[in-house]
């Protein structure tokens, strides 16, 4: 057998549909599990599959001999201690000048561990997020690699034509920048898929629970939105799934699955990095307590027992109306999602001086990946008409977007309120447009009560210093 271009240790779903991927794609590919039975499910699917140049190795030192060099093998497993392991595994029959890329979500501190760990044995790394699930990872992904430059150049070749096309557009492909840049990247695309969806479903919630919609007329209503402005590959799931019968018993099934979400971590790292690095979040961390709050799903039965009553508010709804002013809720919220996910990734950039380039992220999430929009072809010219873009609610698309709909924004918010529907993520979008927008907030008297009670200063509108008053003796000195 001659040797192939590259390998792939890791054959869960993911791992198996992106092998295929570039076997499909014409690059010959060697594949490996610890699991050996995966390894010959693997290159049967690619006999099915259309005689793919995809070849099965049961054994590490026989998959790496099998590769040309410099090799190049891409890791898809557990993150954590599981990649570690198979770093191990694999490096011990490596060469100089060969390279590892891990493609899981992991933690960026861990990849540029790892690079550096690499680098002293004369390796090569690359940390690269991966988005688009099994059907992106089979037909093409949105891909965002980071760390060695040299290691990205080896593949460019692969990567650029494995990866989602986007008519217009070009390959969701492009190199992030350095260290362990590519999974925070990943780490945050996957924090804005946390407000996209969670910002849906509550668009869900009060068209069910106010508008009295029915998941016939919501199937319409979502496939409707996503012939304009609300194009993406979520609103276009959602309308699929409004549309699937129960298989086993009366109804849709929508109605049968239990409202429990659950999560593998990425979000709760964008909030604590946002946190970090003191950028506010609150969609994304609102979508990240509603997930904490579904798993509660004992309590909140109980609480519903004690909590009776009626919610609902005398007002009628104009359907139409609702509908019309739901979708510009969502859109305008959805602004304020991505802005914060934006808006975290610039201050790691400039924290870790990785000089990433914002356009360049929304051009590759254009295809392949979970919240591909049409909307983020404008995100794109935002950032390419200013790169040092403050808050891409500023730009002046964007501004005026939101201007023509906070109307109906506030509508929707006061409507769910005022029967009893929660939208934790469409009031922190508006509660955010609402602070950024204002050039006088009350955190005047929040820093007047930190000088009262610890005497930590607090600045003058009116001339330049730091000022600490006795608030204690002068309040009691009128007594």
């Known amino acids: 057998m001659a040797l192939t271009r590259i390998g792939l240790a890791g054959l869960a779903v993911m791992g198996q549909n992106l092998a295929l991927n570039i076997a499909e794609k014409g690059f010959p590919i060697s594949v490996y599990n610890r699991t050996t039975s995966k390894v010959d499910e693997t290159v049967q699917r690619a006999k099915i599959e259309g005689n793919l140049p995809l070849y099965g190795f049961h054994d590490p030192a026989s998959f790496v001999n099998s590769i040309q060099k410099p090799r190049v093998v891409i890791m898809l497993v557990k993150a954590g201690a599981p990649v570690d392991q198979t770093i191990a595994t694999l490096a011990?029959?490596?060469?100089?000048?060969?390279?590892?890329?891990?493609?899981?979500?992991e933690w960026y501190e861990n990849t540029e561990r790892r690079e550096k760990e690499m680098e002293e044995r004369g390796l090569l790394y690359l940390g690269m997020g991966v988005s688009g699930g099994e059907e992106g990872a089979r037909h093409g992904p949105s891909m965002m690699p980071g760390g060695s430059v040299e290691a990205y150049q080896y593949i460019e070749d692969i990567l650029l034509k494995v990866s989602a096309q986007v008519p217009d557009s070009g390959p969701c492909v492009t190199y992030i920048g350095k260290g362990g840049s590519g999974n925070f990247v990943k780490m945050v695309h996957n924090g804005i898929e946390y407000g996209d969806m969670q910002l849906i479903a509550e668009a869900y919630d009060v068209l069910k629970s106010v508008g009295k919609l029915t998941n016939s007329e919501l199937q319409q209503v979502f496939a409707e939105w996503n012939k304009g402005e609300l194009l993406s590959f979520l609103v276009e799931i959602t309308a699929d799934i409004f549309s699937i019968k129960d298989d086993k018993g009366d109804g849709y099934l929508v109605d049968k699955v239990l409202d429990k979400t659950g999560m593998k971590g990425t979000g709760k790292w964008t909030v604590q990095q946002a946190a970090e690095l003191s950028v506010a979040a609150p969609t994304i961390e609102a979508s990240l307590d509603s997930r904490f709050l579904s798993g509660l799903k004992d309590e909140r039965v109980a609480a519903s027992k004690i909590f009776q009553g009626d919610y609902t508010s005398d007002v009628p709804v104009d359907k139409a109306q609702l509908i019309e002013d739901v979708r510009k809720a969502l859109y305008a919220s959805k602004i304020c999602s991505y802005a914060q996910g934006m808006n975290i990734i610039k201050a790691k950039s400039t924290e870790k001086r990785w000089g990433l380039n914002l356009g360049e992220l929304a051009r590759i999430w254009k295809g392949g990946c979970i919240i591909r929009a049409s909307f983020l072809d404008r995100i794109k010219k935002a950032y390419d008409r200013n790169a040092e873009l403050a808050n891409l609610l500023i730009d002046p698309e964007f501004a005026q977007e939101i201007m023509d709909r906070q109307a109906a924004w506030r509508r929707v918010v006061c409507l769910a309120i005022n029967n009893g529907v929660s939208t934790p993520g469409m009031s922190a979008s508006l509660a955010y447009f609402d602070s950024y927008r204002r050039d006088r907030l009350p955190a005047n008297l929040v820093q007047a009560q930190r000088d009262y009670f610890g005497a930590h200063t607090y600045e003058r509108v009116d001339?330049?210093?730091?000022?600490?008053?006795?608030?204690?003796?002068?309040?009691?000195?009128?007594i």
């Open 92 to 105: 011990a029959h490596l060469e100089q000048g060969d390279c590892i890329i891990d493609g899981g979500n």
């Open 463 to 478: 001339m330049p210093g730091s000022f600490h008053t006795e608030w204690y003796k002068i309040a009691n000195s009128k």
